[in-house]
Structure formats: C-alpha cells, structure tokens
C-alpha cells in the first residue's frame, strides 16, 4: 500500500518535469496561490498537489482531498477506504473503472512511507530515489457533486498500487506504480483509442530506481510534519518480518 508520502523539493523545481509548458511566473503564482511548503508526512484526508490533463494541451496544477469518493456517494468516509487502488483491477472495480478510463493523474513526492513489524512496533521506512529527484506515483481523481450540496463539487485522488519490486519486498509487498517521463506523457494522454493500453504501465519499479531506510517513529503521527521524520536512523537489530500500517 502507500499510506503517507513527503514532498519537499520546491515547487519551482519539481514542476519543470510535470508543467513543462508553465512558465515561471505562472508556476510562482500558483504555488503562492496553494500557500506551499515543504511536506514531510502527508497523510489521507490532506489536500495534495496533483497533476491532471487539462482542456488544452497545457497539464492542470490542482489541489485534490486523498481518498476519492466516487460521483454516487454521499458520505465522505468513503475515501479513507479509497487512499489506494489496485493497479491490476482498477480498470474492473465500480469505483475506480470511469476515472481509470477518462481521469487519470500524477502525484508527485520526493518518497513514501511503509511500516514494517518489529518486536518494538511497527517500524516506519522512507523510500525514495536512490540519486534523489521528485518520484511521479499514478494516480486516478473524481469529481463528486453530492457531498457539498450548492457548493464546489468535491474533488479527490486515489494511488495506484502494483507489486513490490525486490528493493522493497521486505519491508511491504505492495508498492505505488510510479512513471517515467514517457509513462507519464501515456498516462496523461486523452486521445487513448483503448484505455486499458495502460496497464502496461502498471508494473513494478526498477530495483536500482529506490533506496529504503529506516525512520523516526515520529512519521507514525500525522501531526508530525517536520524535517525530522525523513532523518535515517539507526536499528539495533536487524530488519525483521513483514508488516503494514494499519
């Protein structure tokens, strides 16, 4: 699963791979608009920064609720069971096959997060890439028009998830599908003859792509959104079984 994740490199920076027709100005302007700052532990029911094909050829810059709540319900609870989708049947499940097909996005984050069991707790472990950058997780929105009534519709995200690659295996077995520069270009593309051309892309990562290492418990607590949580630490034992986050 990926239940937490951090984004830190600054807006300037990150977007010149994910905005790539923006110009600096207009990039400052919206991240003076979304107040942003650096994030070291974003969790579920947060607003997150997305990225999403627009109307035109330029990609969209959105700030979007984790969790998604699908067009047909009318209770938010819904999305804190919707933080994840399964890459290998997002594109069958009720409430995930319309945004598969037609709305489809881009978290970025420098990393995620993933809790392994030991005798002393679960363990949380930041994953990131191993020559640092910005990781583009896949990812599906939705628009829902009940739950606010006369006000703005209510817009939400999903990651997608694939199975672990062999740097992450022992810590979880499952992983968020992150894309390269030509997956994210397919994976944003709106003139798709067959959706379901895209689960090509929904694969494991490179194992020379990530770096893992163990983290401050700090990170367990989402009100904890400081520098330290993404501090290596040193274990006094070595890595034991498997676990998750909840």
Avoid at 18 to 45: G, H, Q
Avoid at 75 to 86: F, K, S, V
Avoid at 102 to 110: S, T
Avoid at 217 to 230: L, M
Wanted: glycine share 6%; proline share 8%; aromatic share 8%.
């Amino acid at each position: 699963m990926c239940g937490r994740i951090n984004l830190r490199t600054p807006a300037a920076a990150w977007t010149q791979d994910f905005l790539p027709l923006w110009s600096e100005d207009e990039v400052a302007a919206k991240a003076a608009e979304y107040e942003t700052a650096p994030r070291y532990n974003i969790a579920p029911t947060q607003t997150v920064s997305c990225i999403r094909a627009g109307e035109t050829s330029r990609r969209e810059w959105v700030m979007l609720r984790w969790g998604l709540v699908p067009p047909w319900a009318d209770d938010l609870a819904i999305g804190n069971r919707m933080i994840n989708a399964r890459s290998e049947t997002a594109d069958e499940k009720p409430s995930f096959k319309k945004s598969f097909a037609h709305r489809r996005c881009l978290i970025p984050a420098d990393g995620y997060y993933e809790w392994m069991k030991t005798p002393d707790g679960k363990q949380p472990y930041l994953i990131e890439r191993s020559e640092g950058g910005v990781l583009a997780l896949a990812g599906l929105w939705e628009r829902n028009r009940k739950i606010n009534g006369d006000g703005p519709a209510l817009e939400t995200f999903t990651i997608l998830t694939t199975s672990a690659n062999d740097t992450t295996r022992s810590i979880h077995d499952r992983m968020p599908v992150i894309l390269d520069t030509e997956g994210q270009a397919a994976w944003l593309g709106t003139d798709l003859a067959d959706p379901n051309s895209l689960k090509d892309l929904m694969r494991p990562a490179p194992n020379d792509l990530l770096t893992a290492f163990p983290v401050s418990k700090i990170v367990n607590s989402p009100r904890n959104d400081v520098p330290e949580c993404i501090e290596r630490i040193e274990l006094a034992e070595d890595p034991p079984q498997q676990g998750d986050l909840f």
